[in-house]
Nanobody, 123 residues
Framework: QVQLVESGGGLVQAGGSLRLSCAAS????????TGWFRQAPGKEREFVAT????????YYADSVKGRFTISRDNTKNTVYLQMNSLKPEDTAVYYC????????????????WGQGTQVTVSS
């Protein structure tokens, strides 16, 4: 099992920045990639970004490309999501998720999930 705990959400004005953290524990050696997803009220959960633990390669949704940066610190088993130039449409609960093989943008392919952290961007 892998446990994921997100932190760093909050309320920010449009144009501002936040950094989310996702701390992993348990069988972290089994994690191949970690992704960030978000879900706004009344909407489906959508892919934001993903990173492979070993190679560090990243992939982003078009809606956040150039504004968000995903990174990881293997020594701390932690993945970060730096969010800049935030927009009101970025408001959502942000979830961290882990896959034990390959990487992808489909949330159904992820094996472990955190509890989520709320991000609210005011206009």
């Amino acid at each position: 099992q892998v446990q994921l705990v997100e932190s760093g959400g909050g309320l920010v004005q449009a144009g501002g920045s936040l950094r989310l953290s996702c701390a992993a524990s348990g069988r972290t050696f089994s994690v191949f990639s970690t992704g960030w997803f978000r879900q706004a009220p009344g909407k489906e959960r959508e892919f934001v970004a993903t990173i492979r633990w070993s190679a560090g390669s990243t992939y982003y949704a078009d809606s956040v490309k150039g504004r968000f940066t995903i990174s990881r610190d293997n020594t701390k088993n932690t993945v970060y999501l730096q969010m800049n130039s935030l927009k009101p449409e970025d408001t959502a609960v942000y979830y961290c998720a882990a896959k034990t093989y390959s990487s992808g943008t489909d949330p159904s392919g992820y094996d472990y999930w955190g509890q989520g952290t709320q991000v609210t961007v005011s206009s």
